[in-house]
């Protein structure tokens, strides 16, 4: 039986990376930082299978006591402050935890395999937030970074932290940039799933506006369930790598408003959205839209769901939801 280890497991990606893994007959560990996470719950009841120990990808000591409990053939390193509208605000944190706690993990990796590097494979989830500024559209595995946030610049540092272990080591550790991916599982603070558990909420009459920052911005969003499968084809490939995953397509924050609107039978949603500036950014990545040529080519790897599918599924998701929370 295959041995996976996640950080981040509590995370929309580490719930659709190992219910995917379960699936195939991995037995899952997980690592879950606090001491009462209240996610904890959440993980138990969505993915029963997996183990979860305790600890902190800042802690170096708490990942060597978690890998000896794991003994994993494969780490995938999830864990991290992902919104990036919080890393103006926590810069310090943010390079703590999304940039210094790769090289933790990376470390705490090589630690466990000793001498034998084979015996373990490294995924980091990088991100196109390091394109920023972009330098090349579409952006692929060469196009320059130029990061516009603490987030999009710790990921930098994870990013070559990962290739310099793959390169000084010969370490298998793959490094998957991936574009936006969505899911009903989306944290409610990113754009989608603001938007539509707003919607929901509207078209039950339970919220009569939403406040949203810059909709002008583009962005090249796919879905969570496929792209974790990318990660796993990742650290299944013979050489270690790195790959784009994305879909290839873009759409404006305007777009994503028209298709969510239009599932609840709402064409004129100018009428319920509000653009409140507490919700720009002191630098806005405009425009993003990935090449995924070489994970297809490489890996075989393909999106299956489409953007306008991809917004149907969280807004029905959010209607049920809301609809049970209300009693309707
Ligand atoms: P997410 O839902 O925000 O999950 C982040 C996870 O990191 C949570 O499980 C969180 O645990 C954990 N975490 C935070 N601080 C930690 C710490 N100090 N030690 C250990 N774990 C910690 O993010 P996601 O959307 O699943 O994304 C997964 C990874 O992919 C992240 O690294 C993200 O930056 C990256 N990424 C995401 C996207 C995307 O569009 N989703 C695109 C590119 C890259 P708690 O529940 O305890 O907070
Ligand atoms: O913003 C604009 C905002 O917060 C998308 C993370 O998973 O993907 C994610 O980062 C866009 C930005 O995601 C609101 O200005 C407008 O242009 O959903 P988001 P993100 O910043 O792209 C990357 C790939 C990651 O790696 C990250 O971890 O939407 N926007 N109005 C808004 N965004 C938010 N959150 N809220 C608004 O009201």
Redo the contacts with the bound molecule.
Sequence with gaps: MPRAFITGITGQDGLYLSEQLIDKGYEVYGLIRGQNNPKRALVESEVPGVKLITGDITDLSSLMRAFNTAQPDEVYNLG?I????YSWENAKLTTDVTGNGVLNVLEATRLYAGNDLSKVRFYQ?S???MFGKVQEVPQRESTLLWPR?P?GVA?VYGHYMTINYRESYGMHASSGI?????SPRRGP??????VTQAVARISLGLQDKV?????D???DWGFAGDYVDAMWRMLQADEADDYVVATGETHS?RELLDVAFKRVGIDDWEKFVFV?PQ???PA???L?IGDPAKAKEKLGWEPKVGFPELVTMMVDSDVEKQRALAGK
Excluded: C, M, P, W
């Design positions: 991290a992902s919104f990036v509208a989830a991100s196109s937030e946030s987030y990921k991936l574009f936006n991916h969505e603070e990113f754009v989608t799933r603001k406040s949203l920052g810059n909709l911005a583009k962005r924050i409140d919700f720009f950014r806005e990545v405009d993003l």
